[in-house]
């Protein structure tokens, strides 16, 4: 009579776990067509490199014409004095100096490539990073060999206080 018992109490169990089953595949498809669909987005997205302005090729240091930025080198000098805003953490520390900054002229006259070259603080080179990165395009790319080429291009920006 045990048996019998236990018999009756197995086959609801069963029937329950049955749908629970059945109930848990489905949604497991769909998580996994939906990381699906959500990898190959990201795979489409990364190897697509139209949204990219950078040139590629060689970067010159020596070129038979530099760049030439809107209203030439004053034009340049007038942007970064225009611009620059000493960090006030600077400031109050008292931290002065030059940055060099290193950045690549594209063919295309846009700034590409912004890096310190010599560091003062990691205050003041921050905001030297950010001026130059915000620099409008080069009226005219850097030319050699009567071709527009990738230039090399170093800016020093002077932190000074009054």
């Known amino acids: 009579m045990i048996s019998f018992i236990n018999n009756i109490n197995i086959k609801p169990k069963k029937k329950v776990m049955e749908k629970e089953m059945n109930s848990i595949r489905p949604a497991n498809q769909r998580i996994m067509i939906v990381l699906l669909v959500i990898a190959i987005v990201i795979i489409t997205i990364t190897s697509c490199n139209n949204y990219r302005t950078a040139s590629t090729g060689p ?36 931290i002065t100096g030059r940055v060099l900054v290193k950045f690549i002229v594209e063919t295309d006259g846009s700034v590409s490539g912004v890096a310190i070259e010599k560091s003062v603080d990691p205050i ?31 800016l020093p920006i002077t932190f000074a206080l009054k």
């Open 124 to 154: 003041l080179d921050a905001e030297a990073v950010r001026v130059v990165s915000s620099l409008p395009k080069f009226e005219k790319p850097g030319i050699k060999a009567g071709k527009k080429v990738r230039v090399n291009y170093i």
């Open 59 to 94: 970067v010159y240091s020596e070129v038979d014409e530099m760049p030439v930025f809107p209203n030439g080198d004053q034009g340049i000098l007038n942007f970064i004095a225009e611009n620059t805003l000493y960090p006030e953490e600077a400031k109050l520390k008292s």
